[in-house]
């Protein structure tokens, strides 16, 4: 019996990302799921990109961290970490400024994701202006595409303003932030909103499991 051939690449770039991302599941993925994967992350990237410039490498990026929600549900031995998702409309605002606190607060004790419904091609600037004032860094944060594998392997799925297009799936603890939309606001006020979520935050610090 033949194998099936691989998909095409729809950059050849991405081989190389490919590549490395078999070598790191090695043993747990196929060659197909792993390119399989990739082309689907880059093709979701693609439709809301303004700049194809680094649009391979972020392709890379959302394709491990598909695969690293896919084996944590497939019951890889992992951190035990608990895990936390954030979900937005866009990914370029409140989820972001979210995931980002939770990440530098968390220090490490909880795996923290965030994605859109709907996602922007960009990260609002001023929500990274007002993070690196309060100490955090945003250079890497891009919006991400929500994908059904890293909704399955979260904990904790917080919602913040996508509505009806927020996932739900049973066995999951929902929280829902009801927090003000940063986009086109002031700097002023994105830092309130900013200062907002981050008293959510020290809630959700509380309430996690300690590891």
């Known amino acids: 019996m033949t194998a099936s051939p691989l998909p095409v690449l729809p950059d050849e770039r991405l081989a190389s990302g490919i590549a490395d991302l ?3 599941y090695r043993g747990r993925f196929s060659a197909e799921t792993i390119q399989s994967l ?3 992350s880059y093709e979701r990237l693609a439709e809301h990109a303004r700049v194809r410039t680094h649009l391979v490498v972020l392709a890379e990026i959302l394709a491990n961290e598909r695969l690293d929600a896919l084996a944590h549900i ?3 031995a992992g951190s035990g970490l608990p895990r936390v998702l954030f979900v937005c409309s866009h ?3 409140r989820s972001q400024i979210a995931a980002a606190l939770l990440t530098h607060r968390a220090g490490g004790h909880a795996v923290v994701s965030s994605a859109g419904t709907h996602p922007a091609a960009e990260v609002e600037p001023v929500v990274a202006q007002v993070l690196t004032e309060a ?3 945003l250079t890497d944060a891009f919006p991400k595409p929500l994908t059904d594998e890293v909704v399955q392997a979260a904990d904790i799925v917080i919602t913040m303003g996508c509505g009806d297009a927020c996932p739900v799936l049973p066995g999951r603890r929902y929280l829902d932030w009801p927090v003000t939309d940063p986009e086109g606001a002031p700097v002023a006020v994105v830092r ?3 200062d907002e ?5 020290s809630e959700l610090l509380d309430s996690l499991p300690s590891t």
Not at 197 to 201: L, P, V, Y
């Open 197 to 201: 979520i981050d008293a959510h935050i």
């Open 91 to 93: 990914n370029a605002g």
């Open 74 to 76: 497939e019951g890889a």
């Open 192 to 194: 309130g909103i900013r």
């Open 135 to 137: 100490g955090v860094d």
């Open 22 to 24: 078999a070598l790191r």
């Open 38 to 40: 990739v082309i689907d």
